[in-house]
C-alpha cells in the first residue's frame, strides 16, 4: 500500500514537471536568437544604468574635501597643519570656495557624521526605495514604467538640489534622490534577462555593466572639465540628458514578454515576440508536439488560443495548461474584480510564503551586504588615497571594464565559485592596505585599484545570481530586497570613509574583514549555472526537487 502511494505520488510529479511547457517554452524559442531587434533594445535598457552610475558616484567630487594653501608663510602655518587650529585669515581653498559642498557650506572642521550625513542619506533613500518601490515592478506598473519613471524622477530632484544653501537641505534633496533611482539598476538587469533566452542572459548582463562602467568614466571627464567650477555644475550636466533620455525610453522600449504574461496581458507579450523578425520562425514552426491531454477545459484553451492569435489546433498539442496559462487565467478572472492595494504588494507575500525562499532570501541579503559595501566604498573612498582624485576614479572605471570583460569568460563558470574566489581577493588586499599604511603610496594604490576589481567581479557575478536564483513572479522583488541589504552595507560607508582619513583600519580595515565573512552565505545557496528562467514559485521549486 505504501509502495502504491509512492508510486503515484511519483506520477503525479512527473505529470506536474511536464505540465510547465507551452507557453513558457514558446517565449523561451521566441526569444531564442539575438539579433539586431534585441540589441538595440538592451541599449536602449542599458542607458539608464549610465546616468544611475553618475548620480551614485558624483558624491566623489561634489562631496570631496578640498585642496587649501596658506596664505602667509610662518611657522604656524604649513603643508601639514591642521586647518581647525589655524586662524581663517592664514589659509585659502586652492580654487574657488563653491568647488564642493566642504568649502561652500564650511564644513572643514566638521565632524565625521556631519560630513558622511549626505552620501548616507543618499544610501537610506535607496534603502527605503529598494522596499517601497520593489513590488510595484512585479505587480502592476512593470519593468519599464518603473525604469522611466525612475529615471525622471531622479533627474528633477539632482536639478533641484543645485539649490541647496546648506548641508541639511542637502542631504534631505539626496534622500530623495537615492529614493527614486533605487529601483534603476534592479529593473534595467531584470527587465535585459527577461528578454533574451537563457543562451544570452551574460551577454545581455555585460552590456548593462558596461554603459554604467561608461557612466563612471564621463563623469570623471566632466568633473575635471569642471575642476574650477562650483559643484552645482556636475549636477546640472548630468541630469538635462537624463530628463531627455526617460522621453526616448517612454517611446521605444518594450516590456518584458514574461512580466506581460504573467499579468494575463497575453496578446501583448504575443506582439512583442512577433516584433522580433530573428525569432518569428521559432515563435510560429516549433512548438512541441505531444499526444493531446485533457486535463483542460476545451473551452478554456480555444479562448485561451484566440486571446494569443494561436491556433487551437496548435494549444491543443502542447498538453496540459502551463503554470503561465494558469497564471493568466486566474489573473484574467480576477482583472474582473479590480486589483486591492494589497495585490500591489502581492509578490512581497507571495516569496516569504515558503520557507526555502525566505532562506534563500536571508543568504543573498547577507552576501549582497558584504559585496555592495565594498564596491560602493571603494570608490568613495579614493580621497582617503593622497592620490589624484581623477586618475583614481579612471584606474577604478578600468577596473570596471576589464571586470566586463572577465564576466564574459565567466558564463560557464560556477556562479558560486567565482562569486567566493573574487570575494575573498577583494577582502585580502583591502586588508593589505592597512598593513602597509606606512609603505609606498603607490603600492596602496593598485591595492586599492585591484581590491575594487574583486569586488567589481564579485558583484556583477552576485547580480546575475540573484536573477537566476527566483522566478518572474517575485525576481524583481527579491533582486531589491538584494538591493536593499547593499545599500544598508553602503549606509556606513561615508561614516568609515570619514573616519578612515585619519586611520585606515576603520575603511579599508572593516571593508576586508565584512566582505570576507559574507561569502560564509554561499553555503546557503544552490548553484543556478546553465539553469533556465522559471516563472512561478511552484515552477522553480519543482525544477530543484528531485523526483
Not at 539586431?36 to 538592451?42: C, D, E, G, H, R
Not at 534633496?173 to 533566452?197: A, D, M, N, P
Not at 520562425?281 to 473551452?299: D, I, M, V, Y
Not at 496540459?320 to 489573473?331: A, D, I, K, V
Request: charged residues 15%.
Amino acid at each position: 500500500m505504501e509502495d502504491s502511494v509512492k508510486d503515484a505520488t511519483k506520477s503525479d510529479s512527473v505529470q506536474q514537471q511536464n505540465m510547465i511547457m507551452s507557453l513558457d517554452e514558446m517565449i523561451e524559442r521566441g526569444l531564442g536568437n539575438f539579433g539586431w531587434t534585441q540589441f538595440l533594445q538592451s541599449i536602449l535598457v542599458s542607458v539608464a544604468m549610465y546616468f544611475d552610475a553618475q548620480q551614485l558616484f558624483i558624491a566623489i567630487y561634489t562631496d570631496d574635501y578640498p585642496t587649501w594653501h596658506c596664505t602667509n608663510h610662518s611657522t604656524t602655518c604649513t603643508s601639514h597643519s591642521d586647518i581647525c587650529k589655524l586662524p581663517k585669515s592664514s589659509w585659502a581653498w586652492d580654487g574657488p570656495s563653491s568647488k564642493t559642498i566642504i568649502s561652500q557650506f564650511g564644513l572643514e572642521c566638521a565632524s565625521n557624521f556631519i560630513t558622511g550625513l549626505p552620501q548616507s542619506s543618499f544610501f537610506i533613500g535607496c534603502l527605503l526605495g529598494s522596499f517601497l518601490l520593489a513590488s510595484l515592478a512585479d505587480s502592476s506598473l512593470g519593468r519599464k514604467n518603473m525604469i522611466i519613471l525612475s529615471c525622471l524622477s531622479m533627474s528633477i530632484m539632482s536639478l533641484i538640489i543645485i539649490f541647496s544653501t546648506n548641508v541639511w537641505i542637502y542631504s534631505a534633496l539626496k534622500f530623495f534622490i537615492g529614493f527614486c533611482r533605487s529601483s534603476i539598476s534592479t529593473c534595467c538587469l531584470v527587465l535585459l534577462t527577461e528578454k533574451v533566452s537563457t543562451k544570452w542572459r551574460f551577454t545581455v548582463g555585460i552590456i548593462e555593466f558596461f554603459f554604467f562602467t561608461s557612466g563612471c568614466m564621463f563623469l570623471t571627464g566632466v568633473a575635471y572639465a569642471n575642476r574650477n567650477s562650483p559643484w552645482k555644475y556636475l549636477y546640472l550636466w548630468t541630469s538635462v540628458p537624463a530628463i531627455s533620455y526617460s522621453l526616448i525610453a517612454y517611446l521605444f522600449v518594450t516590456e518584458s514578454p514574461r512580466w506581460l504574461l504573467m499579468q494575463g496581458r497575453v496578446t501583448e507579450a504575443m506582439t512583442m515576440l512577433k516584433g522580433v523578425p530573428e525569432n518569428v520562425a521559432n515563435l510560429t514552426g516549433n512548438l512541441p508536439k505531444e499526444p493531446p491531454k485533457q486535463s483542460a477545459s476545451h473551452q478554456q484553451r480555444l479562448s485561451l488560443a484566440e486571446e494569443i492569435s494561436v491556433s487551437p489546433t496548435d494549444m491543443s498539442t502542447v498538453g496540459t495548461l502551463s503554470c503561465t496559462e494558469q497564471r493568466y487565467l486566474e489573473r484574467r478572472e480576477n482583472q474582473k474584480e479590480g486589483v486591492s492595494f494589497s495585490q500591489l504588494y502581492s509578490s512581497i507575500a507571495m516569496l516569504f510564503k515558503t520557507s526555502w525562499a525566505t532562506k534563500r532570501m536571508v543568504s543573498v541579503m547577507g552576501l549582497g551586504l558584504g559585496i555592495g559595501m565594498v564596491y560602493f566604498g571603494m570608490p568613495l573612498a579614493v580621497g582617503n588615497l593622497d592620490y589624484n582624485i581623477y586618475l583614481a576614479v579612471v584606474f577604478n572605471a578600468l577596473m570596471e571594464i576589464l571586470s566586463c570583460g572577465v564576466i564574459y569568460f565567466l558564463g560557464n563558470c560556477s556562479r558560486k565559485l567565482s562569486i567566493l574566489a573574487f570575494s575573498l581577493g577583494s577582502g585580502i588586499c583591502s586588508i593589505v592596505c592597512v598593513v602597509i599604511r606606512s609603505g609606498p603610496q603607490s603600492v596602496k594604490v593598485w591595492l586599492a585599484v585591484a581590491s575594487f576589481f574583486c569586488a567589481c567581479t564579485a558583484f556583477n557575478v552576485f547580480l546575475i545570481f540573484i536573477i537566476e536564483l527566483f522566478p518572474t513572479c517575485v525576481r524583481n522583488t527579491t533582486a531589491s530586497l538584494a538591493r536593499q541589504a547593499v545599500m544598508f552595507g553602503c549606509i556606513f560607508s561615508p561614516f568609515l570613509i570619514s573616519a578612515g582619513r585619519k586611520n585606515d583600519l576603520f575603511s579599508y580595515g572593516v571593508f576586508g574583514v565584512v566582505i570576507i565573512c559574507s561569502t560564509f552565505t554561499l553555503l546557503g545557496l544552490p548553484e543556478t549555472r546553465g539553469m533556465a528562467l522559471s516563472d512561478t514559485m511552484d515552477q522553480q521549486e519543482k525544477k530543484e526537487t528531485p523526483l
